[in-house]
């Protein structure tokens, strides 16, 4: 049996990052469409389906570039998620502020009073307070 598998397995293009989150999607349509949202049922039997033809698809190249701009995309929200952790975790010993030319983040350790703030971008000075 496990012969017959990996046989017809054999160039096929298998399971990726985009399949597994395909397959998430619609296990929570899914659990979803049972507390009666009629139409998440049918969206969750597409998104399997459609998960599934990719699995077994044979164009490899295809299914590959598809896995790659899914990538792409996840990398962008989880940079900005990950950009606003580490600024969550800055504003405990620093002030985050705009210059207000041309709106570049300063970061400026607390506790100092008023000081003056020059912007490396732009040259413009500014005070705030610390």
């Known amino acids: 049996m496990r012969e017959k ?3 017809f397995m054999w160039g096929r293009y298998g399971n990726d990052n985009l399949n597994q989150f395909l397959l998430a999607v619609a296990f929570a349509c899914l659990i979803i469409s049972f507390f009666g949202g009629g139409i998440f049922y049918i969206l969750a039997t597409v998104i399997m389906v459609f998960a599934y033809y990719r699995m077994f698809s044979r164009n490899i190249s295809k299914r590959s570039a598809e896995n790659q701009q899914f990538l792409k995309q996840k990398m962008k929200v989880r940079s900005l998620f990950i950009k606003k952790k580490r600024e969550l975790i800055q504003r405990r010993d620093y002030h985050i502020y705009r210059c207000p030319n041309c709106r570049q983040k300063i970061r400026v ?22």
């Open 5 to 7: 598998l990996q046989r």
């Open 109 to 130: 350790p607390k506790g100092r009073g008023r000081i003056a703030i020059s912007c490396r971008k732009c040259g413009n000075e500014f005070i705030k307070k610390s």
